[in-house]
């Protein structure tokens, strides 16, 4: 009969201790720090660890700061901390909206940011938000500090996410997802962002391939005058969604055509 495999835990004191840790037995430990990613993924044996290291509780890794034209949300910030932030609604309203569609209150009141960009999962909420809006995370590991776009975020062994800078956007936005229910991934989901009224839009797609990724075939014909209903057949261009029980390929292409084009109405773009 087989026996159930012992993960030990380690509840860190400091970043600097966990950092610590980590570049010492990067292969042996695994960060925690809301757990609702990872220890689904233990229980279902998809993956696995040694020793568990608690990072969610320290305070040097849980603030949401102004300033000026940036926003820095510290790693351990849970999502119901975003989803009610005043500072988010005056400042980031598109982040706020994804952290507040994010599952359940539960989840909400334990997920981080953090962990949910370290994760990378093609349909999160906060990296599709984040893509639009041009976040970088900040990362720390043994070779110091560096910085980089969702979009290339890579953790190397020893590094952890330990602050999230979001520019300030001046213009409008949007965020559309579709789910089968309202606690589901999203199938797909839109983020719309321009970065001064009138001014460029970003589009920033969950779904539709092993990340979120941008739409630049959408963001190119905006540029060149096209409306929003004719940008909008380009969202799929380029993108490799995924065929799962869910949705096919091509359902999702449809979808992201579809929701792309609400997104750019909303923003303000002509049809």
């Known amino acids: 009969m087989g026996g159930r495999t012992v993960i030990a835990y380690h509840r860190a004191q400091s970043l600097a201790e966990a950092l610590g840790l980590l570049a010492e037995h990067p292969d042996r430990i695994t960060p925690l720090a809301g757990g609702q990613s990872l220890l689904p993924a233990l229980r279902a044996g998809r993956t696995t660890a040694a020793t568990l290291l608690d990072i969610g509780h320290l305070a040097e890794l ?150 979120v990724v941008r739409a630049p075939a959408v963001e190119e014909a905006l540029a060149r005058g096209l409306g929003a209903h004719a940008a909008a057949e380009l969202a799929d261009d380029g993108t490799t969604p995924p065929s799962d029980p869910r949705a096919d390929p091509d359902y999702r292409r449809h979808l992201a055509r579809v929701l792309v084009r609400r997104a750019l109405e909303e923003i303000g773009v002509p049809a």
């Open 62 to 211: 849980r603030h949401l700061e102004d300033r000026g034209d940036t926003i820095a949300i510290g790693a351990a910030t849970r999502h119901h901390e975003l989803a009610g932030s005043e500072l988010l609604a005056a400042r980031a309203p598109a982040l706020r909206a994804a952290a507040a569609a994010i599952a359940d209150p539960q989840v909400r009141h334990m997920g981080t940011i953090g962990g949910s960009l370290a994760n990378a999962d093609p349909a999160a909420d906060l990296a599709v938000a984040g893509l639009a809006l041009d976040a970088q995370a900040v990362i720390e590991g043994p070779r110091g500090r560096r910085t980089a776009g969702l979009d290339a975020l890579r953790l190397e062994a020893g590094e952890l996410v330990v602050e999230v800078l979001v520019p300030v956007p001046s213009g409008a936005w949007s965020y559309q997802k579709f789910s089968r229910n309202a606690l589901d991934w999203a199938i797909v989901g839109v983020v719309a962002v321009m970065s001064d009224p009138g001014g460029p839009a970003r589009v920033a797609l969950s779904g539709m391939g092993p990340a």
